[in-house]
């Protein structure tokens, strides 16, 4: 076989493998999870976190509910993220929990809880904010939302 031959040969199978369709797998593709609009079980709480928790009220079915523990200056302006959390709104009262680690709380800074829900990309609700003394655990109970101005 001349050297001629034996590159096209090469070619040829080098094509016709390119060209053919992959083999299928044996295991099921797995789809995205939808959202839930119940929060996540994260287990026990460990013992180096501490957790905020409570039940947020008046947030409509489909909103997405946005809640932050912030560090904040003298002046009310954000400047640390200590925890934040997502919950998808289902028309009735909506239990969270919050983690955070209690060596991040910072000494002669303000902590606030502030939380916002929108809807269709607009904002239509806000949380008022609540600020929080200790690095503790906490049930701060039911939270209101209030209308965004």
């Known amino acids: 076989m001349s050297l001629r031959?034996?590159?096209l040969l090469c070619l040829a199978s080098l094509l016709v493998a390119c060209?053919?369709?992959?083999p299928k797998s044996a295991q099921p593709q797995v789809l995205a999870q939808p959202k839930t609009d119940a929060p996540a079980d994260l287990g026990p709480l460990p013992s180096y976190q501490r957790e905020l928790s409570g039940v947020l009220t008046g947030v409509p079915a489909g909103a997405e509910v946005e809640l932050a523990m912030l560090i904040v200056d003298d002046r009310g302006r954000p400047q640390g993220l200590m925890a934040s959390s997502k919950i998808i709104g289902n028309n009735q009262p909506l239990p969270f929990k919050l983690r955070f680690n209690?060596?991040?709380?910072?000494?002669?800074?303000?902590v606030e809880l502030r939380g916002r829900a929108s809807q269709s990309g607009q904002l239509i609700l806000h949380l008022p904010s609540r600020i929080i003394n200790q690095?503790?655990?906490?049930?701060?109970?039911?939270l209101a939302f209030v209308?965004?101005?």
């Open 5 to 7: 031959t034996l590159v």
């Open 19 to 22: 060209s053919s369709e992959p």
């Open 102 to 110: 209690p060596q991040a709380f910072p000494t002669g800074m303000r």
């Open 135 to 142: 690095p503790t655990t906490q049930a701060l109970g039911t």
């Open 147 to 149: 209308k965004a101005p």
